[in-house]
């Protein structure tokens, strides 16, 4: 009896469980759905849960419209090369906090993690003023700009470097390494899986990265993804056909990404969690 | 180190040694320090010297005015909404997500299978991007074609106005926000939970110490630590909402921008609709000086036993 209770609260959480991964799932469902389905069956009242006659029009019609895949190479262009440099700047830093000595090194270090507890949105106005002074306004260089350094980075690149043995790097030295060598040859492959990780975590911000790209992009060439697909939207509000399937456009790959990837990116963005 | 040739030798060695690397420091450093200084610093003291000023981008004169602008804020009431507003969203959103955070972690610790799953579908609304997140929902609101007044209206309810009635739509935000955060909080717990040794919770069950109490006196204790770290970012990110409410209140399906204003949102429009660059840096102060002060408090507040 006993046991047959036990049993039946165990399957009740999990009832509940589930009916919270439906209430996840059930947003980006109804939009891939949606996107298929006609102009006129996506306003039925009662809505229909499966397209009746699926169709690629309102992907045609994002596609005529605006410029979608320039935006998506945009995203990628400045969420990879944001990634690359973060990683430079990081692992170097963050090598040269974890080994080597200077002075006002703790100071210094302090400084920088400060910074993090300072959100983007809180000097994005003077941030702005620089980068327009500068004549940066409207290119690549302005939006990925803010990006090029992480705080969080240089940290998690001392916690790796700190973890390595001295020994080993002075054994590269006395085989003739110099400081750059010992760091390619020594610190770099030791710290493939903080560095995957520190990837993952740069790529998504790029990516998601909104209000910035908003205000210092003007010409369409230039938006990305997401600061395109909001004028989309906003222009054709209405449309919900061509507005679901430009967002499909933009999700899919995202979530076939996440699904290769899902223990990594879990815990590439769990390790952000490690630095309190 | 004995005097002897060799020992000289060795000791130059050393030196040329120290000095290659300090060499090498300097030469990653003193780039760091610069882009630090552009990247961060400058423009973060930046704020504070447009906030004493009279600064707008059109007009070309721009006068100190001291604390002027701190001033205006107090008598402004789309600001002053706007603080309201956004007080009322951190509150909610950091409670109800860092809450059932922790629920979910705490059924979701055993690692299994069908866990893994469940962590990849309350994962995939942090990992999608807000601006496609916000439009769904969008969608998922509107007050004739969406989904959501369907489900009530068919259960016998009458349909509601999520976006557009004003009363309603801050909250309707909300949840969105909420569904969009909860996966992330839970992992940062799930990372908590596991770094507990099983050991503690053997011997306290030896003592007697389940379910609720091994909760309260092992758990809770242990997880001090990462659930404060979580209320922080929680409350920092939340008070800088600004994209959710950018996208759900443009076009004509949006909600009044008057009814769900935030203060990234009162403060992008100052800037970069307005061009009151000083203005709009005067509440970036009180924003950040708002969202210190939070900080703090919770720091002492779970900081009250020593771990």
Known sequence: MNKQIRKIAKKWYHIILMLGVVLMLFPFVWMLLSSFKTEQEILFVPPTFFPKSPTWNNFVSVCNRIPIFRYFINSVLVSVISTVCV??????????????????????????LGTTMVPFECYMIPFYLMISKAGLIDTYTGIIAPLVITSFG??????????????????????????????????????????????????????????????????????????????????????????????????????????????????????????? | MPKTSTGTKFKYKIKGLERRKFRFAMAVMIPTVILYLVLRIIPILGTFYLSLHRWNLIKPYRPFIGLQNFAKIFEDKTFGVALVNTTIFTIIVVLVSVILALLLALALKKKSRIGSFYEFAYFLPFVIPMVPVSIIWKWLYDRTYGVINFVLTSMGLKAVGWLTDPDIALYSIIIMSIWKVLGYYMVLFLVGLRNIPEQYYEAAAVDGAVGWNSFRHITFPLLKRMTLYICVIATIQAFNVFTQVYVMTTGTQGAPAAAVRVLVYEIYQNGFRYFKMGYASAQVVVLFAIVMIISLLQFKFFKTEDY
């Not at chain 1, 910035?212 to 230039?222: C, F, K």
């Not at chain 1, 395109?228 to 899919?252: C, D, H, K, R």
């Open chain 1, 87 to 112: 990683l430079i700047t990081s692992a170097f830093a963050g090598t040269v906090f974890a080994k080597y000595d200077f002075p006002y090194k703790n100071t210094l270090f302090m400084i920088i």
């Open chain 1, 154 to 276: 240089i940290f998690l690149m001392r916690q790796q470097a700190g973890s390595i043995p001295n020994d080993l790097m002075d054994a590269a030295r006395i085989d003739g390494c110099n400081e750059l060598r010992v760091f390619l040859n020594v610190v770099l492959p030791l710290s493939k899986s903080a560095l995957a990780a520190l990837a993952i975590f740069s790529f998504m911000f790029g990516w998601a990265f909104f209000v910035w790209p908003l205000i210092i992009t003007n010409s369409s060439e230039l938006f990305v993804l997401e600061v395109g697909l909001t004028m989309f939207q906003n222009q054709y509000t209405v449309e919900y056909g061509p507005v679901m399937a430009g967002t499909a456009i933009s999700v899919v790959p995202l979530i076939i990404v996440f699904m290769f990837f899902r223990r990594h990116i879990i815990s590439g963005m769990a390790m952000s969690g490690m630095k309190s």
